[in-house]
Nanobody, 119 residues
Framework: QVQLVESGGGLVQAGGSLRLSCAASGSILSIYAMGWYRQAPGKQRELVALITTCDHRGDNTNYTDSVKGRFTVSKDNAKNTLYLQMDGLKPDDTAVYYC?????????WGQGTQVTASS
């Protein structure tokens, strides 16, 4: 089992920045990839950013088109923590953000943290 605990959400004005954190614990060696999803009211949950461990080749990152150039996903292996740096926030980024971990045979989710960018 893997436990994920997010922090760092909040309310900012459009153009502002926030950094989300996701602390992982438990069977973290089983984790193949980690990332962030978001879900806005009335919309489906969508992938925001994903970081995949590729052994000696380093980590591979992927972003949804709407956040490219504004959001940066990273992780600190020593702290077992995933981050999402969000710059240039727009009202359309307003959503509950969920931390995600791919454990191979099982997916894990955090409890979610609200991000609101006001116009």
């Amino acid at each position: 089992q893997v436990q994920l605990v997010e922090s760092g959400g909040g309310l900012v004005q459009a153009g502002g920045s926030l950094r989300l954190s996701c602390a992982a614990s438990g069977s973290i060696l089983s984790i193949y990839a980690m990332g962030w999803y978001r879900q806005a009211p009335g919309k489906q949950r969508e992938l925001v950013a994903l970081i995949t461990t590729c052994d000696h080749r380093g980590d591979n990152t992927n972003y949804t088109d709407s956040v490219k150039g504004r959001f940066t996903v990273s992780k600190d292996n020593a702290k077992n923590t995933l981050y999402l740096q969000m710059d240039g926030l727009k009202p359309d980024d307003t959503a509950v953000y969920y931390c995600y971990a791919d454990g191979g045979s099982q997916d894990y989710w955090g409890q979610g943290t609200q991000v609101t960018a006001s116009s």
